[in-house]
T-cell receptor
């Protein structure tokens, strides 16, 4: 029962570096989401996808990019890392739009 | 943007006590969800609510979808140490995709 799998679990980046956070789900969900969680705060939506080949911006998309070439995978790309992107990133998926999200265990990212 | 106010921000209680927390929204929601997050993990769904006035239980947890559709409540009865964590409300209205999350209620239980 893998559910939603995120890699890596931890990462430290230097300012200006780029990286891709990986997310995969094995529940055949069409809907996938990326959220970020800053200390003591709730989750803010970065990007979401309603199916392979379709993505859209959430509340805080600046500095990020996504792609959805398959139903299973939804990677999040940081092109020029900035300290403001230090956060915990959660990927999630759902069977129906915006309902009963299943979350991965998160990626803790520090940009120094 | 959409606002979800969750209170209280934190609670420190004795084992066996009952707990109540709530969320209020600036707009009408058609779905309310309650999640629990433990350290180092992603949120896990506790209860989902889909109709105004709906009252749903999951073991010692009970949640209600407010009549006004702008609020929701979560109660935990007879708390135990494993209830420790951060509880998030989340909601969705008809005009938006994805969920909006509250800022969380951090619960600590003293054995």
């Amino acid at each position: 029962n893998a559910g939603v799998t995120q890699t890596p679990k931890f990462r430290i980046l230097k300012i200006g570096q780029s990286m891709t956070l990986q997310c995969a789900q094995d529940m055949n969900h069409n809907y996938m989401y990326w959220y970020r969680q800053d200390p003591g705060m709730g989750l803010k939506l970065i990007y979401y996808s309603v199916g392979a080949g379709i993505t859209d911006k959430g509340e805080v998309p600046n500095g990020y990019n996504v792609s959805r070439s398959t139903t299973e995978d939804f990677p999040l790309r940081l092109e020029l890392a900035a300290p403001s992107q230090t956060s915990v990133y959660f990927c999630a998926s759902s069977y129906r739009d915006g309902e009963k999200l299943f979350f991965g265990s998160g990626t803790q990212l520090s940009v120094l | 943007g959409q606002q979800l106010n969750q209170s209280p921000q934190s609670m420190f209680i004795q084992e066996g006590e009952d707990v109540s927390m709530n969320c209020t929204s600036s707009s009408i929601f058609n779905t309310w969800l309650w999640y629990k997050q433990e350290p180092g993990e992603g949120p896990v769904l506790l209860i989902a609510l889909y109709k105004a006035g709906e009252l749903t239980s999951n073991g010692r947890l009970t949640a209600q979808f407010g009549i006004t559709r702008k609020d929701s409540f979560l109660n935990i009865s007879a708390s135990i140490p494993s209830d420790v964590g951060i509880y998030f409300c989340a909601g969705r209205d008809t005009g938006r995709r994805a969920l909006t999350f509250g800022s969380g209620t951090r619960l600590q239980v003293q054995p």
